[in-house]
């Protein structure tokens, strides 16, 4: 399924930070990266992307639309339903997974991770 | 720390600068009464982004103060704490111990006193408590985590799966004993979890893994014998179950890791061979669709299951590759679907980018060059062709409006607005206030005022001490301010705003107004004044910014913290500004600073002194004048001194006191000109040239990079002709004419210079 | 002697010789940024003798050093064609060097190169290119007199 090109990754992130540290540790594996800064940008980025990423990382508090909202979004489009998506997410409460997965987020990430765990789950979903 | 990761903090810290931006104007809108629900998200989202951060770094005092604040205003953001003016206190002073503590973790400096982290942190947990709800500060960076992976080790073969949920959630104890025999998982997704965009292969990877990580490996097996026809089968569906047989040294937990994400929307069983499965029997489709597998009853998921109930609506043709995804379904996305539920998002904000300073810079140095460039050019048409064609002046006449045009753009480019440093000064303010213990309330009007970035960052000192002065000394004491028939709370306006090509930013307090006697009483005592001086009332105001007018013994705690108002003038007159001060006894003060709107150029005044043609700041000439020479009168050691308006001023033949001599007609002759400059102190010089020549915008450019230091002298520019011209420094100039060693020179040529 | 200097004293280096009265003096070219000629400076206040002035290039505001007066040789008399050598420091501090005529170049041992005495910090030694005697000049030191030159206030 997966050609010479490497596989690519969308986070969706609002810090920078953040953004830093995931595009590193997946480059560093090898990933190909496109980010968008919020829900809506990440959107835009989603459509605009040309390949279509393999999985998408993001962030759940964001301004203008949050993780949840991106999540729900991308489940609606027909060409993108069956993406996997991962929340990055603070807590691991259960009330916070229950949101992630009623809103079809395919798994979670706890912050902070670890590089290896960052690789690990997207390689679950992108190998 | 590798240049990636010492990149990515860097990052953060700035990211955090302007976390604390935001938070400081959601909370100031709090504080003002507004309770928009995204204000509040913001201020909740500035702090958990500063927390999030911090933690990927292990900057635990930050993460660890940051979590107790975020669960506070947690408790806003549910609306179960109503954001009153005393909790929004609690609020404000919580963002000034995490400003500390973000410096403290970024500088290493001066740690921040414990005491006031726990005092603040007891108040948020106040906030918290007082609804029931204990924060947990421990587990904010779970114990196994390895804080800032330094470099990154491509994913190794030898992989250990991480539990990529750090949360406790199942109640599996670790394998009591030696793990006896071969671990037996069965599987079986519902429809569900294709939709989530997993899939069961993730879970036979997750498994694969497992297995290699003991160096051991799995056999599947697939059971389709739920599968339907092909004309039945509806291609968003689950059909299939698996069972996995893994190494007997994989232990229960890390396959229940492996089920963290999609345990919920798949049937599945652990168990050891040999063994009875879990509620005693392997996995069983929880769908009425999928018949039993194998006889065995379905085993409870460790989480409520969604009701499975098919959810998709099936696809109307079914076509013969589509039966593969049901194995593989994430990975292909239809191709050109047309996006028909994809509504387009458009963007409301203005899109904006993030450009290098040094870019920039070097963007004006060549809008510099090419003010330069095309002057010379005019110059030279000129010289060439007394009369020049029509048509060639008047290109040159659109090229000189074309880049003035463009200079102006670069300098709107490098412009900044003023609201960072204003919103600092709610610090200022609360933190003077505490210390004096009144009730000030600080406005502000026109943040969005722009200048140039450089001068922005120069404005928070000044700004910082005049704002305590007023308070300190400006604000009356609550009783007083009761007495005299005012609210108990002072007011201070601090606005900006333009006019004509300069930033005029004022300080407005409704407290006592400067105390005339007082002062002037103090300054005679002090030897600023004579005993028997007569000035006015404006010349008594202006008395506050004499070098040693505050002293110890008269400065309080606040605004003795070394630096007295003659300090604010000099840093004001070095960024070629000026003060003002207006003072209505009983009703307050108010002080106006004039500022350029860019330290990159500079409203010259061309003169010519020595042979040389050199620049002088237009902001350090009170007057210029013709001598006359009756107005003059010579020392005995040589020296002139001349009478303006009664006052004797020191004359001071410019060529000569820079030691061009060669030139120099010591006689001042009659009708030389002489520029009256003033420094901060008052002190005031006439300044002896040949002639004024013009008046001109500058670009100011560096002396020091390429050469020293020179006395008298703050930086250089190129003047028209391609000539470089030298700027003057007024300051210095007087200070050695006066013989007073002036300190602070050195800092207003950096300033001037920079 | 550092590695650098032994390394520099094993390899060639390419040089520029230029005259300044009747003796010839030489620097590394990598360190010259463009040759010029000799134009109008602006005389800059309480300089030493041997700073001409400063001038812009393109923008860039530097000074130019009389190479004649910096090292007490008699410049050529009336010579209109003196040119101004442009240099960087290792540092990146630029400055003009005011010689009358640019000769050549060479490549130039460091081991040819015979030092002189030590309390001559400008120049690094002389160096024999068939019959003529060539200094070499020690840039950084002319350059850090430029910049550090104790000012008087």
Known sequence: MVGKQAIRVLTVDDSRTMQGMLRKALEGGGYDVIQGEDGVAGLEVLQAANPPPNAIITDINMPRMDGFGLIEAVRKMVQFRHIPIIVLTTESGPEKKARAREAGATGWIVKPFSTDSLVAAIRRVTA | MSGDMGDILLVFFQECDEQLQELERGLSALSDGESEQETINAVFRAVHSIKGGAASFGLENLVRFAHVFESSLDGVRSGRVAPTQDIVKIFLKAMDVLSDLVVEARDGGPTVDPGRVAESQAELEFIIGSNGEAPKTDDIVPSDFVPVPMDFVPVPVDFEPVPVDFGLDFGFDAAPGQPPAPLIVTFCPHDAMYARGDDARNILIGLTDAAVAVEGEITVTCDVSTLPSFAELEPDRSYLSWRVVLPAEVSEDTVQSVFDWGGDVCDFTISREG???????????????????????????????????????SSSGVAAAQVVPAASPAVAPAPAAGGANAAPVRRTEQATIRVDLPRIDNLMDLVGELVIAQAALESQCRRANASMPRELGESIASMQSLTRDIQDAVMAVRAQPVRSVFQRMQRVVREACSMTKKDVVLTLEGEDTEVDRTLVEKLSDPLTHMLRNAIDHGIEKVEDRLAAGKSAVGQILLSASHRSGHILITIKDDGGGINRERVLATAIKRGIVAPDAVLTDDEINNLIFAPGFSTADTVSNLSGRGVGMDVVKQAILSLGGRVTIQSVPG????????????????????IVAGGATMVIPVSSVVETMIIKPQDTYVLPDGKKMVSIRGDCIPMVPLGSQLGLSAYVSDEPQNGAVMLIVENESGARVGLVVDEIRDQAHVVIKSMEKNYRRIPGVSAATILGDGSVSLILDAPALIASAVGRINTKVSDARAVLAA | ?????????????????????????????????????????????????????????????????????????????????????????????MCGLLVDRVIDMADIQGSDIQSVSDDCSSLGGLVMIGDRMIGVLQLESVVNQLVEGAVAE
């Open chain 2, 275 to 313: 063994e009875p499965a879990p509620d005693g029997g392997e996995a069983v489709p929880a769908m009425e669709a999928q018949p039993p597998g194998e006889g065995s009853q379905a085993a409870a998921p460790p989480e409520p299951a969604l009701p499975a109930v098919p959810e998709t609506s």
């Open chain 2, 587 to 606: 009703s307050g003060t108010v002080f106006c600073l004039s500022l350029p709107l860019t330290l990159a150029v500079l409203d010259g005044m061309l």
């Open chain 3, 1 to 93: 002697m550092t590695e650098e200097e032994k390394a520099a004293e094993s390899k060639a280096v390419k040089m520029i010789v230029f005259a300044v009265g009747d003796q010839e003096y030489c620097i590394p070219i990598l360190s010259v940024r463009e040759i010029r000629g000799f134009e109008k400076t602006t005389v800059l206040p309480f300089a030493p003798p041997y700073v001409c002035g400063a001038i812009n290039l393109r923008g860039i505001i530097l000074t130019l050093i009389d190479l004649a007066i910096y090292l007490n040789v008699p410049p050529q008399a009336d010579n209109p064609r003196r040119v101004v050598v442009i240099v960087e420091s290792t540092q990146g501090v």
